[in-house]
């Protein structure tokens, strides 16, 4: 049982990395607009016609 | 059946109409053209005066946003216009960034130091769509993007601790013992330490409103079910025996968090600026400098000060109230008090804010600022009704009460009753009572039925702002409609002509002559007469302010003038004079929308009592509320918008369906307000529902749509109740322990969400 001393902490890091993703994803407005990215991703961008 | 060919557009496959090649110009433009747009000045682009400082500053955003400034793009609708927008920096060298937002037909534009706002307008007419540059303070979506991501990261840490102490508790349910056992209960009480304060803090907020208030609604029992489980949790944690309830506490805030959310993101969709006609914000006013000087210069509405001097264009509104410099004009005043034929003025008479200005150009001097002005004092009256709107007790809310009420007497009770047998198991089982008791799927129950039904609304082009409308509405006894613009159509048509059949040189002539006018007649004219044309070669061609039309064909002087309103004085005639000489006569009245005597028929058949309030001439009421079976003692007429106010006031259970910025008033008291398509932002801000489609008809759907949510709620708050009686019924008796609360937790849940979604099928 005393790989949980390691194991524990270690699940939680994890869980908080992920929890701590969203939230930074989150204030870069990643969720703010659902609609449009499913617009977005139909079309490919001509890479002649790039600046 | 024809073969159905070239029906799908060639760029993006949707389908076309009428067997075009593609389904609109942001796709013809993406699959043909893609260059950049010479820059444009003054003269040709309609948007120089964006440029100005007054405009810039005016329309800049904050640097915390997406971009410089927010434009509308009217148009908007598939995703190539996403594409094709998003290409903004392929037509202009100076923006660096657009982005798109597709629910609310936004660009947000960044641009270089020198970019020019003015441009990019230019450029994005070009691509065919009709450009809005919309103000930081009228960009909603801005005002609840914080709100909504702070609820999210709310959601997120919940989840996140709700899901870990499940896991941990596991063990425990499955014969866990000793030191492991403590260990894994103290990790659930630090990741229940997150959810207790942060993610909570809206019931909180909520429970402590209530309290304030004196009004009870379901923060209150969910606030103290779970400060009761936590509390009780780690009494029983420390003390080393006992129950502990943190899994399931976690799990139902976890679960409530997410179904506010849902019906958040949904109502918020009521005010995109797609369904904003906005009566001034964005509008610019041409300042004339000083008396003589033809000289002007563009200032946004804002600037407008007193003594200003304003050329208005036709199709304007009146800023403020101002005095008349020209002689004469003719107004629309249907907007501001619901007047639905165009009114004359004459030199030096004071027109009102709000109304429409129908000739070609007139000059004003302000008077009043905007504040003071008739229409400002109704906004005035309106900020300050927002507060004192009286208080509506929901279906859930009411129970909340009843229910924590009960629940405490019997929790008291039972302590009471209990402790002679035994004073600790007694403190045990009433608090669990509480914790069980908790109307968790009744809080949570509620606002998924409803964002189902806000979301099925939305598709039948119904706007809810507000779902308690869904519940106030079944209770509606008295229906009030405005009559100019709900009843009616709110514009002219041709009713009928002297002679009968007008011949077709004759339209042609008619039709040239009011080519250029913006005045309704033309309107109705043009879409009356539609296989002649307007294409007549005319010299001398002028308008005769606020008498009509005049010109000179092929050597003939013909005149177009009006002769007031007709011996009905519901109507609007008007008549062809040739070298002196009327030739013909046309009539025109605001007709009854073609649904209205039958809903109002419907609407009676359902009991309910229907009422015309109308700032409109007498006669034109009493007609009109004849026409839908209406009775006389029900019709009011020639009122004003705090008339119509008091007379919905009187009336207890009010329904008022209104259109114009005077019925705003009434909007707001009622106990529902509906604006009807063609509302303008000041009558909409004010509803609580909105009707993207004309006519009464979608009172129905949302009525019937009620009826279903009420069914759905009246079900969900049963299975809730059951489940909250079986569950205390269980603690009293000593039966429950956490691990049976666990399973029948998620198992209300899961029943909720299942009768929730049938409900809304």
Redesign the interface.
């Known amino acids: 049982m005393n790989i949980l001393i390691l194991m524990i902490p270690l699940a939680l890091i994890l869980g908080g990395g992920f929890v701590a993703a969203f939230i930074w994803a989150t204030k870069k407005g990643q969720f703010d607009d659902l609609d449009t990215p499913a617009h977005r991703i139909l079309h490919d961008n001509e890479r002649n016609n790039s600046r | 059946m024809e073969p159905t060919t070239a029906c799908f557009c060639q760029y993006?496959e949707l389908p076309t109409i009428d067997g075009a090649a593609y389904c609109c110009a942001a796709c013809e433009t993406l699959a043909l053209h893609?260059r950049p747009i010479p820059m444009t000045t003054a003269p040709n682009n309609a948007f120089a005066y964006l440029d100005q400082k007054e405009f810039t500053d005016l329309y800049r955003h904050s640097a915390l946003s997406?971009g410089d400034y927010i434009i509308y793009a009217e148009g908007l609708h598939?995703?190539?216009c996403?594409?094709l927008l998003?290409?903004l920096?392929?037509f202009y060298?100076e923006v660096i960034e657009a982005?798109?937002?597709?629910?609310q037909s936004t660009v947000s534009v960044k641009l270089t130091e020198k970019g020019s706002l003015a441009h990019v307008a230019y450029v994005i007419q070009e691509l065919g769509y009709r450009p809005r540059v919309i103000s930081p303070q009228d960009d909603l979506e801005e005002s609840y993007?914080l709100e909504?991501?702070r609820y999210?990261?709310q959601i997120?840490?919940a989840g996140?601790c709700a899901?870990?102490i499940m896991l941990f508790v596991i063990p425990v349910y499955a014969g866990l013992t000793g030191i492991?056992e403590q260990a894994f209960n103290w990790?659930s009480f630090l990741l229940f330490l997150p959810i207790l304060f942060y993610s909570a803090q809206p019931f909180y907020q909520g429970a402590w409103n209530s309290l304030k208030y004196k009004a009870i609604n379901v923060d209150l029992p969910i606030t103290v079910a779970m400060l009761t489980g936590f509390l009780f949790s780690t009494y029983n944690l420390i003390r080393g025996n006992g129950h502990i309830y943190f899994d399931s506490t976690a799990s139902f805030i976890f679960l409530i968090l997410i179904a506010r959310y849902f019906l958040k993101r949904i109502q918020q969709t009521y005010l995109a600026p797609r369904q904003m006609q906005s009566l001034f914000q964005t509008e610019k006013y041409q300042r004339l400098f000083s008396a003589g000087i033809t000289k002007t210069e563009l200032i946004p509405w804002s600037h407008i000060q007193v003594s200003d001097r304003l050329k208005i264009l036709a199709g304007q509104n009146i800023p403020a109230d101002a005095k008349l410099l020209s002689q004469r004009a003719t107004l629309d005043l249907s907007l501001y008090n619901g007047e639905s034929l165009p009114k004359v003025f004459t030199e030096g008479m004071t027109l009102f804010a709000g109304s429409k200005s129908l000739s070609s150009e007139i000059e004003i001097q302000i008077e009043t600022s905007f504040k003071e002005s008739r229409l400002g004092q109704i906004l005035k009256t309106l900020d300050e009704g927002a507060r004192t709107k009286n208080k509506f007790i929901s279906l859930t809310d009411d129970l909340a009460k009843k229910l924590i009420l009960v629940v405490f007497a019997i929790a008291i009770l039972f302590f009471i009753g209990y402790a002679s047998i035994d004073v600790h198991e007694a403190f045990n089982r009433s608090l669990a009572l509480i914790v069980l008791a908790c109307p968790c799927a009744l809080a949570f129950g509620s606002p998924l039925t409803f964002g189902l039904a806000v979301r099925k609304a939305q598709r039948l082009g119904i706007f809810i702002k507000d779902s308690s409308s869904l519940e106030k509405l079944l209770k509606v006894k008295n229906v009030f409609f405005d009559k100019t613009g709900t009843l009616t159509h709110g514009d002219l048509t041709l009713t009928h002509s002297e002679p009968t059949d007008v011949p077709l040189e004759l339209q042609n002539i008619i039709l040239s002559l009011e080519a250029p006018s913006y005045h309704p007649v033309a309107f109705a004219l043009r879409s009356a007469w539609t296989s002649s044309s307007s294409g007549l070669n005319i010299k001398n061609h002028h308008e005769l302010l606020g008498k009509g039309m005049s010109g000179t064909i092929e050597g003939e002087h013909y005149e177009l003038v009006s002769f007031g309103e007709s011996a009905h004085d519901s109507e609007l005639a008007i008549s062809l004079v040739k070298n002196g000489h009327s030739i013909c006569r046309l009539y025109f009245s605001d007709r009854l929308r073609e649904d209205s005597a039958e809903s109002v028929q419907k609407m009676k058949n359902m009991g309910l009592q229907c009422f015309v309030l109308s700032g409109d001439k007498k006669s034109r009421v009493f007609e009109s509320a004849n026409a839908c079976g209406i009775s006389e003692q029900n019709t009011f007429a020639e009122l004003y918008p705090e008339d119509k106010n008091e007379i919905v006031r009187m009336y207890p259970h009010s329904c008022m369906i209104g259109d114009g910025a005077n019925d705003s008033l009434s909007l707001q008291t009622a106990d529902v307000g509906i604006a009807v398509k063609g509302s303008v932002d000041l009558s909409l801000q004010s509803a609580d529902i909105y009707f993207t489609r004309g006519g009464l008809s979608p009172f129905f759907e949302l009525y019937s749509l009620s009826l279903q949510t009420h069914r759905t709620l009246v079900r969900n708050l049963t299975l809730s109740l059951a489940y909250n009686t079986i569950g205390g019924g269980l603690a009293l008796f000593g039966l429950i322990n956490p691990l049976l609360a666990a399973i029948l937790m998620p198992l209300s849940s899961a029943l909720i969400i299942v009768s929730s979604l049938w409900g809304a099928r």
């Not at chain 2, 982005?99 to 629910?103: E, S």
């Open positions: 993006c893609v997406d598939c995703s190539s996403v594409h998003e290409k920096p392929n060298d982005r798109v937002n597709f629910a993007k909504n991501r999210l990261i997120a840490i996140f899901g870990n492991w990790i």
